[in-house]
């Protein structure tokens, strides 16, 4: 269920984000580019701006002045209801505490994400059943409540549900920050070779400087960031 992707992931001009009040901006990003099925590896401290930048990218947030442009689409320019569906179609988003639903089984977890994308509910399901294979989950687990299953259960539910809709852009949102070294590279392996025969584009965050030698591109979020404030 993957396509080939030709627009630009992600194009950032003029970004500046903050909470209000007096305090400075967070993120002032005056450019950033992400090319079509690049995959990057964002670095910054904890309290940087990482996860706010994520939010603005997926349509979370929406900037205090300037553009987020995601797959050639304004989508800081949409409306909320807009943006959700953008979302849902073509962006998928792996949260640091997976945010599965705890009492839904592993599937109905990955099928909530897919009702929101295109495609039958047939063909979802068995993209869904042929993704969580892939993960190396027992499909015997498929039935089991996400409550029940263990953090790396769980982490493979958060990719599957992340992908099911084939999405154009994946963000990743340091799910990795609580794992021993050993299951980072499990984790990070795992992600790299399902993502392998798709054309999706990543950014990768995280605070953990060793992860980004699994990537070819790495970036500092103080390099793009113009921005004193914190998060």
Known sequence: MSHE???????????????????????????????????????????????????????????????????????????????????????????????????????DNVLLAAQFGSGSAAALRSHALELLQRVNLDPGLSTRKAEELSIGQQQRVAIVRALVNSPALLLVDEPTSALDYANKTSFLSLLNEVLE???????????????GDMFEHRVALNDLNQSAGTR
């Open 5 to 107: 992707n030709t627009a630009v992931a992600i194009d950032v001009k003029e970004l500046v984000f903050g909470f209000g009040g007096n305090t400075p901006p967070v993120l002032n990003i005056p450019s950033w580019k992400v090319e079509p099925n690049q995959r990057i590896f964002l670095q910054g401290d904890s309290g940087s701006g990482k996860s706010t930048l994520l939010s603005l990218l997926a349509g979370l947030r929406t900037p205090s002045s300037g553009t987020v442009n995601v797959l050639d689409t304004p989508i800081s320019q949409l409306s909320g209801r807009k943006r959700d569906a953008f979302r849902a179609k073509n962006i998928g988003v792996v949260f640091q505490h997976f945010n599965l639903i705890p009492f839904l089984s592993v599937l």
């Open 197 to 211: 025969d798709t054309n999706c584009a990543m950014v990768f965050v995280s605070h953990d400087p060793s992860i």
